[in-house]
């Protein structure tokens, strides 16, 4: 749609133009079940009396518009979703009385029926660009105003947005209305409305600079889920971290969580209105690595507060360092404020390997992306701005080292407060707390793609010692820049069976080949990490020795980051084709048992059924298949009853059973009949092992109709979808395909179940149809579905399981023709990306055995 993608240069030119005094949005939830109302006032002053300008509002019915008293006629002014603004004054007032639909995509104000009780819950998203689908806006970060939320709702409703929430007046006819007091100064798209009948909860935090009212709120058929005291120990731990080491009170004047359903992200940072997935209170059985999670995007969330809501960037170019800062700063709390104390090795296990993956794909770009409209945004709002910004955020701090680093922060806080900034200011506060010139550490970690791999090259002398050390440092053809790096070097050796490290040296390591002056003399350890510590963010390889170590028991290795490195290395090594599929399944299987951390464990089964069922030579993948299901099943015999492990192998076991024995099992772990002592098999452990039948054939319609009288819920629901899309036949393939990419009444939600469960492995035929069909929809999909829809279908629709030579022919004849939308293309892109990978996999696998 023409207008709706902002540039930076319009954004510029309008920040110069105007500047914004405050907004008074009056909305009322009253009039209809489709649409609410929408009355916007907005003054604002100009700096070129004469001059013109555009407001932004998508998709609404405007009745009347006024400016400056002015009637102006919406048919002239309003198209393409703006609404032209010419002969401005020194000071203007701006009125636009709207109607806009309710969103059922999550971008919006996203309007929610609960199956289970018919009560109705509302809740706005607005990042990047979506306050203007709610109100008229100047969608973009640099335009800070005040605001004045008027919201008429019916009498009984919670209602809250940034400010506290007022005492509502009574309208009469059940009707209620709420005037919040002006918020702080802020931009559009962290404001906020939630209302409808949610459940609230109050507490208090009590700090140093006073007290915080805190708010948790769910739907009412969540109440006895939400673990309250829980939730407010994480958000008091947080405020007292952050106000401390950010050197700055909490800026706004409440803080209220609100669990909310149907949400397309993890939460959003909205000032002082924090909204989350509410699949956080769990309802059934949950590992550690979903609480040590929930807690690491409670804290992002609240990092925001101060970086992003207090100081926010100008524009978009620099939302990598909002959602970088907040990750860093995530990890950074957990591990010095709350219980989960080795939060990085988690990052490590699961945020990393993500970070990794996506600056491997042909889409990769420079973690400071040139943003220079809105489109290219939402293209660039991907694993490079969260995971892999974090982890050079974690270089950049053991480069300044932390002190420094958080006394440069703490004085670009008082600096820009209420304020926009770009990220050389943050810069040039660290040069200034650090004393070290970070604009060309900037230039080649910030402004280039691409991983580097760090590889040990060693002479070993007759008494074992090492003659001499270097480091190697390599970059892809494509993205050549070699960076430098401060890391680690652990030397481990086998004590009494054990994995002991014996020494660790940090060095600063930098082009081609860096001689380690310091390992040399000294005895050739049974193994040897780079990047020990997880200092730097780069591709390690282990030398011979070091991996034969690591194959005959890498849980041998106590450090839980140290196994998460030596995780990720041999996974990295697999998906370059350098470690064998097959060898890889026997490295989980025989070590997954003992490992300790949350995510490790919960993670990496996932990349061993990755590496049986993409990875492997074909010829042999059936074997592979069948050792890894049978291998999983021991796993689960043999884990401690009750234990995290158990409740992860059973839900690995689930979707790698396909044996007829296998999935027996899953039959009777469902009806009773199987018991393994310690596993509860709970509402959701129910359709995970549903699940696993269904695809197989085992579980037809009414099978699923039955399971979802049970759990008559949203999230049965959506569960239920899935597992329909996953039966093996032409017909449920086709339904889903219906749901997935054609239907426009299905709610967000629901299509992304669908579509994560379309594809299966074990389905060829059935699936072959679709290549084309795909292809086809990928031309327009993004134009007919806009972004929400279009990237979750278009990513995981991808025919990843048809992984061939054939398939990667006709893809990329495709991307050679195709005039498709690049942020679609962009998908197709990836997808041929992971098969050129399976290929290279796929005859490693076969060469060597
Ligand atoms: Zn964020």
């Not at 907005?42 to 998709?59: K, M, N, R, S, Y």
Request: net charge negative; hydrophobic share 40%.
């Amino acid at each position: 749609m023409p207008g709706t993608n902002l540039t930076r240069d319009e954004a510029q030119t309008r920040a110069r133009l105007l500047g914004v005094d405050s907004y008074t949005v009056e909305l009322d939830l009253t009039t209809s079940e489709t649409t609410f109302d929408s009355t916007t006032t907005i003054a604002f002053t100009c700096t070129q009396p004469g001059a013109e300008t555009f407001a932004d509002l998508v998709g609404a019915t405007i009745h009347e518009l006024t400016l400056n008293g002015r009637r102006l006629d919406p048919a002239e002014v309003y198209a393409d979703n703006r609404i032209r603004l010419t002969d401005l004054q020194d000071v203007n007032e701006l009125v636009v009385r709207a109607a806009c639909p309710y969103s059922r995509t999550g971008e919006g104000l996203h309007r929610f029926v609960d199956p289970a009780d018919d009560r109705v819950y509302t809740y706005t998203q607005f990042e990047v660009p979506d306050a203007r689908r709610v109100y008229a806006t100047f969608e973009q970060p640099d335009l800070k105003s005040v605001f004045h939320f008027h919201v008429t709702a019916p009498e009984g409703w919670a209602v809250v947005s940034n400010a506290p929430t007022p005492e509502p007046r009574p309208l009469g006819d059940g009707k209620a209305l709420w005037e919040f007091p002006a918020t702080e100064r802020m931009s559009t798209y962290i404001t906020a409305l939630i209302a409808g009948e949610y459940h609230a909860e109050f507490a208090t935090y009590r700090g140093k600079h006073g007290e915080i009212p805190l708010g948790h709120y769910c739907r009412q058929s969540l109440v006895e889920h939400m673990d309250t005291d829980e939730l407010v120990k994480m958000t008091c731990q947080g405020f007292e971290f952050f106000e401390d080491a950010f050197g700055y009170p909490y800026p706004f004047h409440k803080y209220d969580q609100l669990y909310v359903p149907e949400y397309n992200m993890g939460a959003m940072e909205n000032a002082g209105a924090v909204t989350l997935r509410d699949e956080y209170l769990p309802r059934s059985r949950q590992d550690a690595a979903f609480y040590e999670f929930r807690c690491s995007v409670i804290l992002h969330e609240m990092a925001h507060m101060w970086f992003g809501d207090l100081v926010t960037m100008k524009w978009w170019d620099d939302l990598w360092l909002n959602e970088s800062f907040a990750e860093w700063a995530c990890y950074h709390a957990a591990v010095e404020a709350t219980e989960f104390d080795e939060s990085w090795t988690g990052f490590t296990n699961a945020r990393k390997n993500w970070a990794l993956r996506q600056d491997q794909l042909p889409s990769t770009h420079p973690i400071a992306a040139d943003n220079y409209d809105l489109q290219a945004v939402e293209v660039n709002f991907d694993g490079i701005t969260y995971a892999k910004g974090a982890s050079v955020l974690k270089q950049l701090v053991a480069w300044v080292g932390l002190d420094n680093f958080l006394v440069g922060l703490r004085a670009y806080f008082g600096k820009h407060a209420f304020g926009n900034s770009e990220f050389s200011d943050l810069l040039s506060a660290l040069e200034k707390s650090s004393g070290r010139e970070l604009d060309s550490w900037a230039k080649e970690w910030l402004q280039t793609s691409g991983v580097n791999t760090l590889t040990p090259q060693f002479e070993i002398g007759e008494d074992g010692s090492y003659t001499s050390f270097s480091v190697l440092q390599t970059a892809v053809v494509e993205h050549p820049t070699l960076r430098r790096h401060r890391i680690g070097i652990g030397l481990y050796d086998d004590v009494n069976g054990r994995l002991v490290r014996r020494t660790n040296v940090e060095v600063d390591v930098e082009g081609e080949s860096t001689a380690i002056e310091e390992l040399v003399g000294v005895r050739q350890p049974d193994l040897l990490l780079l990047n020990d510590g997880d200092l730097t963010y780069a591709k390690i390889r282990l030398d011979e020795r070091s991996l034969a170590t690591l194959v005959g028991g890498l849980s041998r290795l106590d450090d839980s980051l140290a196994r998460a490195l030596c995780w990720g290395a041999a996974w990295d090594m697999t998906r370059d084709a350098e470690m064998r599929a097959t060898d890889f399944v026997a490295l989980v299987l025989g070590n997954i048992a003992v490992e300790t951390d949350a995510f490790g464990s919960s993670r990496i089964p996932g990349y061993a059924a990755q590496a049986a069922n993409n990875f492997s030579d074909p010829a042999t993948r059936a074997e592979l298949r069948a050792a890894w299901e049978q291998g999983v099943r021991r796993l689960l015999d043999e884990a401690e009853p009750g234990s995290d492990h158990q409740l992860t192998f059973t839900r690995s076991f689930a979707s790698a059973a396909h044996t007829g024995e296998a999935l027996d099992d899953l039959e009777g772990l469902l009806d009773g009949s199987l018991v393994i002592e310690g596993l509860s098999i709970d509402t959701d452990l129910r359709w995970t092992l549903l699940s696993g039948l269904a695809r197989a054939g085992r579980a037809d319609d009414e099978r699923i109709a039955e399971e979802l009288r049970r759990d008559n819920t949203i999230s049965g629901q959506e569960r239920a979808a899935a597992a329909r899309a996953a039966r093996p036949t032409a017909e449920a393939k086709a339904e889903a395909w219906e749901i997935a990419v054609v239907r426009d009444d299905v709610p967000n939600e629901t299509q992304r179940s669908v579509v994560l469960s379309f594809m299966q492995h074990g389905q060829d035929e059935l699936l072959a149809p679709y290549v084309e069909k795909y292809l086809e929809v990928a031309e327009t999909l993004w134009e007919r579905k806009g972004t929400q829809r279009a990237s979750t279908a278009l990513e995981f629709l991808f025919p990843r399981p048809l992984a061939s030579r054939e398939l990667l022919d006709r893809v990329s004849t495709w991307l050679q023709d195709s005039a498709a939308n690049p942020a679609a293309k962009r998908y197709v892109h990836e997808g041929a990306a992971d098969v050129e990978r399976y290929l290279a996999g796929q005859a490693k696998d076969a060469g060597e055995r």
